[in-house]
C-alpha cells in the first residue's frame, strides 16, 4: 500500500519564479492538505482540496495556489517566490467522509528561494 | 482559535534514562491529539493519538501519552530512551469541526539522547 509521495525531493528556485510540487495521496485517500514548515517551527496549514476544490485556506497570500486533479493527486503553486518562502512543503493525505481525523504526511519538499 | 503549545524547545536526555515532553493546547468541545515524529531530513510520522475512549495512548515503540482534560494537557513519556528516539516531536490537534479539518501544531520539542 502506497503511502503519501511527493516531488520533487528537492528544489532550488531564484528569488521571483514560479514553482509548482506535486503530491499523490495515500490509496483509499480523498482529501490533500499542504503545510509549510520553516525551519525550527512547526508545520502551518496553507490550505486543503476536497473534490477538486479547496475547502479551507490558512493564512497564506494569494501567491500561494493550488489544483487537485480527478485521481485526488494535487499540486502546490507558489507565484513571485520570495526567500521567506523557503521551507520544507508538507503534503497529508486523508479522508473526506465523518470519522477519520487523521492525517498522513509525504517525506516533503525542500524549497530553497536563492 | 485553537493552539499548542510545547513548553520545550529543546530536551537533552541521556540513553535509558526517562523522558516527558509537555504539550497543552487550548480547549475546545472537542478535539483530537496527536504526536508526531520528524527524524532528520525526513517527513512527519504518526506516532500516536487520543481520539476516544481511554486517555492513555501508547506507541509500538514504547512511548505513551495521556489526556487530561482538566489540565488542556497531552504529555508524552516514555520510560527509557534510546538513541535512535532523536528526532523533532510536534503535538498536534485536530478541533474536530469536520473529519479532515486542518491541524494545528506546535512548534516542537527537539529531543536529543546523549550516550
Known amino acids: 500500500d502506497a503511502g503519501v509521495t511527493q516531488s520533487p525531493t528537492h528544489l532550488i528556485k531564484t528569488r521571483g519564479q514560479q514553482v509548482t510540487l506535486r503530491c499523490s495521496p495515500k490509496s483509499g485517500h480523498d482529501t490533500v492538505s499542504w503545510y509549510q514548515q520553516a525551519l525550527g517551527q512547526g508545520p502551518q496549514f496553507i490550505f486543503q482540496?476536497?473534490?477538486?476544490?479547496?475547502?479551507q485556506r490558512g493564512n497564506f497570500p494569494d501567491r500561494f495556489s493550488g489544483h487537485q486533479f480527478p485521481n485526488y493527486s494535487s499540486e502546490l503553486n507558489v507565484n513571485a517566490l520570495l526567500l521567506g518562502d523557503s521551507a520544507l512543503y508538507l503534503c497529508?493525505?486523508?479522508?473526506?467522509?465523518?470519522?477519520?481525523?487523521?492525517?498522513?504526511f509525504g517525506p516533503g519538499t525542500r524549497l530553497t528561494v536563492t | 482559535a485553537q493552539s499548542v503549545t510545547q513548553l520545550d524547545s529543546q530536551v537533552p536526555v541521556f540513553e535509558e534514562a526517562p523522558v516527558e515532553l509537555r504539550c497543552n493546547y487550548s480547549?475546545?468541545?472537542?478535539?483530537?491529539l496527536f504526536w508526531y515524529v520528524q527524524y532528520p531530513n525526513q517527513g512527519l510520522q504518526l506516532l500516536l493519538k487520543?481520539?476516544?475512549?481511554?486517555?492513555l495512548v501508547e506507541s509500538i515503540n514504547g512511548f505513551e501519552a495521556e489526556f487530561n482534560k482538566s489540565q488542556t494537557s497531552f504529555h508524552l513519556r516514555k520510560p527509557s530512551v534510546h538513541i535512535s528516539d532523536t528526532a523533532e516531536y510536534f503535538c498536534a490537534v485536530n478541533p474536530g469541526y469536520s473529519s479532515a479539518s486542518k491541524i494545528i501544531f506546535g512548534s516542537g520539542t527537539r529531543l536529543s539522547i546523549r550516550p
Open positions: 487520543y481520539l476516544s475512549g481511554s486517555t
Open positions: 497529508a493525505s486523508s479522508l473526506g467522509g465523518q470519522g477519520s481525523y487523521e492525517q498522513y
Open positions: 482540496y476536497y473534490e477538486e476544490e479547496e475547502r
Open positions: 480547549s475546545s468541545v472537542s478535539v483530537y
